[in-house]
DNA sequence: ATTGACGAAATTGTCAACAATATCGTCAGC
DNA sequence: GCTGACGATATTGTTGACAATTTCGTCAAT
């Protein structure tokens, strides 16, 4: 089966073309390094010249490619470091955010978050660290989202690590995703006593040490 | 005399364009709601079209600018609860700084910020509040700088308030002068005393209460 | 005076051709 | 075998012309 690059006759738009490459980029389908000829993702998507060049533009202003003079797009490569710094700025915001949630949450929002840690805690009774992966992204965003921020929202999306590969691999090591889950639920407990600079202490420190554990899965990767 | 769109014989680049568009609309001299005509652009900066419209979509990103298909780019306005939410996550972002960088400055910077302490208080000795506001600029961004956060650096830059007319007029007000620069040594001592939490409360408190001030000063304005 | 139709002008969106530069393969010289 | 010059190819950057859409002015009808 091939790409099924575009399903629909339209031709794709530009922020089409960028969420194309971004999802590549994100899924690790395009490495760092790697080099993102006009041509090639002109073929697999169908878009004009002119999109694909917007696209690309798109994706520099938000750090996922790098582009020289004459040399085109290429997928930018971030240091250890920069991740580090990457991870500050999550702590900050998100923090932020989780304060603000406590703070200003409807009872129906707290619901749906209750929900999802139930089934949270269903991929830990069933050793189930992709779906955790994925559940785990919509329990974030759902904190973001419903702190009612949108600034604090729109920044977050750009502060993604480009890296892959790490993310999932995070929650294979089973104490990491129970920690991680036990995190989780006493965020809940948190919120719903309206601690909100608990909760936001909380959220910091879970993300500080989803930053450990990730530069720990990274040094045993390269011994 | 007239704008002078540019001096070397070179056109601007794409950057360039921006940074001259941006600067207009920090001033006022372009005010928000009001469009941006590419004819009009290209005849005062001299730049091609495809250069101005690379500049207006790499404004548009920042969200400074709002684009309609077949409408053209506008001066966005931002509402005053959005400016709220700038205001939270400066508070997160620049607390985060303050944190790291009171953890990490080198002696020579930290004698840099007393020397432009020095100078903030000479600034409020002599009523300057013009001259106060670009030393303020300039301290934050010390400090921001000095963190060695690239990533939030970057961050905080998108996060200017576009209403220029506001951040000026606030250090206008003798009592609010006051409080900022006692501010400032307040936090300048807790860097000194290597209290990094200290310094985070207090910066996220700063910038809290310069939101306060604004808010006030809006509500004026319009009453 | 107000409204609506309608065409001209203005403005933006798109595409394709051309120019500028980089990349790659070839081959002579050592 | 290695290196560097050099031409061919590939890739990106830029410009200009044309298409699509909005905006504005005019004028007739009520």
Known sequence: ??????????????????????QRI?????????????VDIIRQTG???SKVREALKRLE???????????????????LDEVRQIYRARMALEGMAMHDFTANASPAIIERLQALQT??????????PDR??????????????????????????RLNVPIHRLLFESFYDDARLNIANADHRAMLALI????????????????????????????????
Chains 1, 2 share one sequence.
Not at 133 to 149: A, P
């Open 1 to 22: 089966m091939q790409e099924t690059p575009d399903q629909t006759p339209r031709p794709p738009t530009g922020p089409e073309i960028a969420d194309w490459v971004r």
């Open 26 to 38: 994100r899924t690790g389908r395009f490495v760092p390094g790697q080099r993102l000829v006009e």
């Open 47 to 49: 878009a004009s010249r």
């Open 61 to 79: 202003g938000e750090g996922l490619v790098e582009i020289e003079e004459f040399r085109g797009a290429s997928v930018r490569s971030s240091t």
């Open 119 to 128: 089934q949270l805690d269903a991929c830990v009774e069933d050793r189930a």
């Open 132 to 157: 955790f992966g994925r559940l785990n992204n919509e329990w974030h965003r759902l904190i973001v989202d419903g702190s009612g921020n949108k600034v604090i929202a729109d920044h977050l999306q």
């Open 192 to 223: 719903v006593a309206g601690d909100a600079e608990g909760a936001e202490r909380a959220m910091r420190k879970h993300i500080g040490d989803g930053f450990e554990t990730l530069v720990r899965i990274e040094s045993e990767f390269y011994n």
